[in-house]
């Protein structure tokens, strides 16, 4: 019985390494006093931006952690939450956004990018736009001087013409 148990840990040890290298950020949230269908809107929202919520031993989490040379052990007591998202800002801006709205959610500390960040920096990162609201702003900066040019020149043909 024993052996069986300690197999079970070592595998969820080992999905938790596994998911941990596959996200791009990953957030240690407080959840206490939170009803299940809090919980299960926070999922809801977690997946529409490619994270997800998962709730695991803090003892199994810390094995984990140890493994990928991250310590974070001072935030693993009570019960948490751990969020990973394949987009940095994914998990953490519905974090933040779920935080302000149930005040019993407390983020604590995580990890992106492969380092350790304070809840600051992780709610400074949740205010970020996403990828593609980052790139559709670089290319309006990039079309506003073309579009310039063009309706410079064609008011210039205007004026030629009368």
Do not use: W
């Not at 390494?17 to 929202?45: F, H, P």
């Not at 990018?113 to 990162?125: L, P, Q, Y």
């Amino acid at each position: 019985m024993n052996q069986q148990i300690l197999k079970s840990k070592q595998e969820t040890v080992s999905k938790i390494i596994d998911v941990a290298k596959k996200s791009q950020s990953i957030v240690i949230a407080e959840y206490r006093g939170l009803t299940v269908s809090e919980l299960t809107e926070l999922r809801r929202e977690l997946l529409k931006n490619k994270a997800s919520l998962n709730v695991y031993k803090n003892t199994l989490v810390s094995r984990a952690f140890k493994e990928l040379k991250l310590s974070l052990d001072e935030h693993l007591t009570g019960p948490n939450a751990y969020v990973f998202s394949e987009e940095i800002t994914g998990g953490p801006s519905v974090l933040q956004k779920f935080s302000k709205k149930h005040k019993k959610l407390v983020i604590k500390a995580g990890v992106i990018d492969g380092k350790i960040a304070t809840k600051d920096e992780i709610k400074t990162i949740a205010s970020l736009p996403s990828k593609e609201g980052l790139i559709s702003m670089f290319l309006c900066c990039l079309k506003e001087p073309v579009a310039k040019f063009a309706r410079t020149t064609d008011a210039l043909a205007k004026t030629k013409k009368a």
